[in-house]
């Protein structure tokens, strides 16, 4: 069984920089990619960054502006996303997935493991 936990998000100011981690349990990946998505109230879950995790390269949204950085720890089994400059636009709940598509998918679909989800809201 596999389980993914993404790190408490919380509340934070416009403008400041907030670390999301994913643990991941239960088995080790071999292949695939790591994603993360978020959702805002009332909008459809959105791809914001995947990585592989085998050559580590990166997939980013193109909305995302470089203020998004993935990252992972394979002898951990962590994936990391670091938001800079947050804005209240990035108010969401974000989650961490796992795919078996080897760089990655802006698809949700594509993800067979998903954590919980953790709320990270940005006030002005």
């Known amino acids: 069984q596999v389980q993914l936990v993404e790190s408490e998000g919380g509340l934070v100011q416009a403008g400041d920089s907030l670390s999301l981690s994913c643990a991941a349990s239960g088995r080790t990946f071999s292949g695939g990619a790591m994603g993360w998505f978020r959702q805002s109230p009332g909008k459809e879950r959105e791809f914001v960054a995947a990585?592989?995790?085998?050559?580590?390269?990166?997939y980013y949204a193109d909305s995302e502006e470089g203020r998004f950085t993935i990252s992972k720890d394979n002898a951990k089994n962590m994936v990391y996303l670091q938001i800079n400059s947050l804005r209240p636009e990035d108010t969401a709940v974000y989650y961490c997935?796992?795919?078996?598509?080897?760089?990655?998918?802006?698809?949700?679909?594509?993800?067979?493991?998903w954590g919980q989800g953790t709320q990270v809201t940005v006030s002005s």
């Open positions: 997935a796992h795919t078996p598509i080897e760089y990655g998918s802006s698809w949700s679909w594509d993800y067979d493991y």
């Open positions: 990585i592989s995790w085998n050559d580590g390269s990166t």
